[in-house]
Nanobody, 124 residues
Framework: QVQLVESGGGLVQAGGSLRLSCAASGGTFSSYFMSWFRQAPGKEREFVAGVSWSGVTYSADSVKGRFTISRDNTKNTVYLLMNILKPEDTAVYYC??????????????????WGQGTQVTVSS
């Protein structure tokens, strides 16, 4: 059973930066496609960015050029560096993992494992 634990959330002013981390345990981390999703109050959970087993990255249009996802397979950790944060980035951010993306990497139901979430709040 894979366990994912996020950290790094917090309160930041618009224009600032944060780096989220997601530490994995209990599985072969390098065999999982890893992604970040977020969910704002009253909204559905949405895809933010993903990284393949080999390091190929994907991101939502809303965060392109501002957010960068990366992974360190030696540390079993995936990161999300968030720059130029905006108030609309405020949400709970979740780390997720899957062994296959046949259902599409941006779909929540493609993922088998989820972290507990970390709150990111961007003030204007």
């Amino acid at each position: 059973q894979v366990q994912l634990v996020e950290s790094g959330g917090g309160l930041v002013q618009a224009g600032g930066s944060l780096r989220l981390s997601c530490a994995a345990s209990g599985g072969t981390f390098s065999s999982y496609f890893m992604s970040w999703f977020r969910q704002a109050p009253g909204k559905e959970r949405e895809f933010v960015a993903g990284v393949s087993w080999s390091g190929v990255t994907y991101s939502a249009d809303s965060v392109k050029g501002r957010f960068t996802i990366s992974r360190d397979n030696t540390k079993n950790t995936v990161y999300l560096l968030m720059n130029i944060l905006k108030p609309e980035d405020t949400a709970v951010y979740y780390c997720a993992g899957t062994r296959t993306v046949v259902l599409g990497y941006s779909n929540t139901y493609a993922y088998d494992y989820w972290g507990q979430g970390t709150q990111v709040t961007v003030s204007s």
